[in-house]
């Protein structure tokens, strides 16, 4: 019998092999063993106390009995008040993706016209991010007054931060065929980025922009408690009040306005997508 | 038709291309070596392409064939070499001057990269953008004369049928097909063809051979196709240039490239 000799460009040897799939084990637990460390650190730093909510279920159960039934006194006044928080959210989101988008361009690696602008776009919707909407309420409200303005302003710029880096993400992983197609037909870039870019991820930032609105519109719910307008400021006031009929009316209202906004863009995203 | 007749037919069209003055493609000494890799993916590789003339380039999977043609189009830079498109040096140039020569050579891809949610029509129009400009275009909006030059280019390839239809419903040979109308309307002296057939079935297969064929012989365009099938190669191309490891094996007319000479590009390459 002959025996054909592997060439030595066949592969790593089997103890090679075997070696490295130990060595990747090892890794595999090292990191599960981290995981587990952070979540038992996480539990102490939060002092995790489920026994208490036992006990004091008596107190939210209190609440729950003077908020029933719910009063409708002042419903007009909440209506106009939800329709408020929705121009805040609604307002806010379109300010928001008018800006994001230009910032999402620069900011994603494949359609960035240079290296500068990609880090200063980034720089700038990472910030925009990372503040907390209530903070830029805060911000918007000792620079413009009370009201919704400061609200709608607090909306956009937070929004711009995540809508800019969903946006950017999107272009990053969108099929470049039809792009380098495009290009290499002698196509200016802005043309290659609408005939090309825009018709393929089109549906994925509707999609993107009209769960933004969702967000936005429960967001704008609580911007109301620094004073930036909507039914949030009425709900604040009836608390402080301890007019728990109120709260509860208030609510409903809430309630319902974030489902239907919910149902409409869930439905406007199945037909867009 | 006998195969000794094909290739004495073939010969001839060869023959004839070769007369009819400079090259439409020309690509001189062109090596490709990417960051850390040991060895170059191109070496020294020099091929010429006339009007009316469809050359193929043959060789096994990773020979350099698809780097060849994207530095060719400078979808990628080469390292060293030069790729001339009617007199002009691609890879000595940028911006608008790249993009205005480019217009000169239509490419052609293994899956057409059609725009999937435009019509056919609308992609087919989009091969002329590079001689429209304005705001207008620079939204989205496409001219009339170009969508009417759409059509006429989707005539030409028989594809006015699907003109209204999205591009993600078109069957793989459908899509190739306004593929290579939307390359027809450039208006462009050669066509680069990366494996245009190599996900369609063999009836498909064909009837893109065929239409590649008859624009080199009936447009005067000068065909560059990368293929995987050497028995389409033989049927349809005037000269088959056979890559191996990154280097020019052989460049002859069909008609001369005997069994043996194939069948070496696909030798194991440590055997």
Known sequence: MTVTQEPATAGPPLAELSARHARK???RLLGALAVAAFVVQGL?????????????VTGMADIVARSLPPSFATFSDAMSAALETFDIALIGTLAALVLALPFSICAAENLTPARPVYVVARSVIAVCRVVPDLVWALLFVTAVGLGPFAGVLAVSVHSIGMLGRLFAERFEDMDMGPVHALTLTGARRTQVFSHAAVPTVLPSLVGIALYRLDENVRSSLVLGFVGAGGIGFQILT????????????LLLVMFVLVMAVERVSAALRRRIL | MSTGATRARSHDRASNAAQRGDPVVEIRGLSKRFDGASGPVLDDVTLSVWPGELVVVLGANGCGKSTMLRCAVRLLDPTSGSVTVAGSDLAALSGNELRERRRQVATIFQ??????????LANVACGGLGRVRGARVAAGHLPVAELQHGMECLARVRMTHVAARRADSLSGGEAQRVAIARALSQRPQALMADEPVASLDPEAAQSVMELLRDLATSDGLGVLCVLHQPELALRFADRIAGLHAGRIAFDLPAGLVGAEAIRALYQDERG
């Open chain 2, 111 to 120: 899956h057409g990269h059609l725009v999937a949610r435009r019509s056919a």
């Open chain 1, 25 to 27: 084990r090892a890794l």
């Open chain 1, 238 to 249: 009836a608390i402080q009040l301890f007019d728990y009929p109120t709260v509860a009316m």
């Open chain 1, 44 to 56: 102490i730093v939060v002092d995790a106390r489920p026994q208490d909510l036992v006990t004091g």
